[in-house]
Antibody, heavy 120, light 105 residues
Framework: QVHLVESGGGVVQPGGSLRLSCAAS????????MHWVRQAPGKGPEWVAF????????YYADSVKGRFIISRDSSKNTFYLEVNSLRTDDTALYYC?????????????WGPGTLVTVSS | DIQMTQSPSSLSASVGDRVTITCRAS??????LNWFQQTPGKAPNLLIY???SLQSGVPSRFSGSGSGTDFTLTISSLQPEDFATYYC?????????FGGGTKVE
């Protein structure tokens, strides 16, 4: 059974950084891609980043390109989203999410999310 | 980027009502369209994938239709647990994009 749990969120000042983690179970991280999606308070979901199953091919939303880095540690079955140069509009609940198939764009499995608050 | 436009943004309905939500894509996405339900404090929950396929475990009162640019989510008989916000999402290409949401009150 697929299970995803995010952690690493918190309160950070503008310009600061955090490393978000997504601990995965029920599947082998090296055989599936993973997305990060965020949701600002009272807003709809926004796709942020995707790492393919190969671990090397990565995609980012324009709003975070150059500031966020997605990665994976297969030995720990964990995915990461390093969020840098944070702005107030990055405040959101950050979810990791994946599909049923190898590099699926249909988001079936979601974690409960980890909250990032950017505030001075 | 593919823009997804949902309507209405909110609607008022009663238990037993038939509810229809529409989603329009800014360009053709074939049938790469998914519908999610979200309740406060929870992650989105996939209801319909590939425009019309019912996700495992989802009640049959939910159905989806459409292809190309115009899509519809229908709840045949609204139940108390269906009062929530619904989002469409295109899975045709990156960046994945979501509609603005429809709150069913």
């Amino acid at each position: 059974q697929v299970h995803l749990v995010e952690s690493g969120g918190g309160v950070v000042q503008p310009g600061g950084s955090l490393r978000l983690s997504c601990a995965a179970s029920g599947f082998t991280s090296s055989t599936y891609g993973m997305h990060w999606v965020r949701q600002a308070p009272g807003k709809g979901p926004e796709w942020v980043a995707f790492i393919r199953h190969d671990g090397n091919t990565k995609y980012y939303a324009d709003s975070v390109k150059g500031r966020f880095i997605i990665s994976r540690d297969s030995s720990k079955n964990t995915f990461y989203l390093e969020v840098n140069s944070l702005r107030t509009d990055d405040t959101a609940l950050y979810y990791c999410t994946k599909g049923k198939n190898i590099d699926d764009f249909t988001l079936v499995y979601w974690g409960p999310g980890t909250l990032v608050t950017v505030s001075s | 980027d593919i823009q997804m436009t949902q309507s209405p943004s909110s609607l008022s309905a009663s238990v037993g009502d038939r509810v229809t939500i529409t989603c329009r894509a800014s360009q053709s996405i074939s049938n790469f369209l998914n519908w999610f339900q979200q309740t406060p404090g929870k992650a989105p929950n996939l209801l319909i994938y590939d425009a019309s396929s019912l996700q495992s475990g989802v009640p049959s009162r939910f159905s989806g239709s459409g292809s190309g640019t115009d899509f519809t989510l229908t709840i045949s008989s609204l139940q108390p647990e269906d009062f929530a916000t619904y989002y469409c999402q295109q899975s045709d290409s990156l960046p994945l994009t979501f509609g603005g949401g429809t709150k069913v009150e």
